[in-house]
């Protein structure tokens, strides 16, 4: 892979979006790790459960902020939801969560505007427009390290 900022060796790269009034980035970094949980989405699960430690992922704010606001690292892979045990039929965790630490807060938030707006953002696999009520995905290289450089991280 290219480039891995502060401290990420071979990684993938994550948006996962919240509710800010629910969860925000401030409340990750007051509380150090969080076990990431909630997402029922069969397609977001998906993505969750190929989530690896050490992976980047950008948090992403919905509702009226709508923007990638602050970086955090996976602490763990993906584990069964306390809430939720048990495994679906290729032994993986049915309702997955993983642990995550906060990185950096973005000095720019990157709006869904920009992203929108910039053709660099429109790739293969990116599927913040195309399937907006998405709340897992993978971020390919090229827009991870694009969201990178906008958002100051």
């Known amino acids: 892979m290219g480039r891995a900022p502060l401290g990420f060796g071979t990684m993938a790269s994550f948006l996962f979006k919240t509710e800010p009034g629910?969860?925000?980035?401030?409340?990750?970094v007051h509380e150090g790790t969080t076990m990431w949980s909630g997402v029922t989405n069969n397609a977001?699960?998906?993505?969750?459960?190929?989530?690896?430690?050490?992976?980047?992922?950008?948090?992403?704010?919905?509702?009226?902020e709508r923007a990638v606001v602050g970086l955090a690292k996976a602490v763990s892979g993906p584990y069964e939801d306390p809430a939720n045990p048990g495994t679906n039929a290729a032994g993986a965790p049915k309702f997955a969560v993983v642990d995550l630490k906060p990185v950096k807060a973005a000095r720019s938030?990157?709006?869904?505007?920009?992203?929108?707006?910039?053709?660099?953002f429109a790739v293969p696999g990116f599927d913040l427009v195309r399937l907006p009520r998405l709340s897992?995905?993978?971020?390919?290289?090229?827009?991870?390290?694009?969201?990178?450089t906008l958002a100051g991280l």
């Open 22 to 28: 629910e969860y925000s980035f401030s409340d990750l």
């Open 44 to 64: 977001a699960l998906g993505h969750l459960r190929s989530v690896r430690k050490g992976d980047r992922v950008f948090v992403y704010h919905t509702g009226d």
């Open 109 to 120: 938030p990157v709006t869904l505007d920009q992203v929108k707006a910039d053709k660099r």
């Open 136 to 148: 897992v995905m993978p971020v390919p290289e090229s827009v991870a390290d694009l969201i990178s």
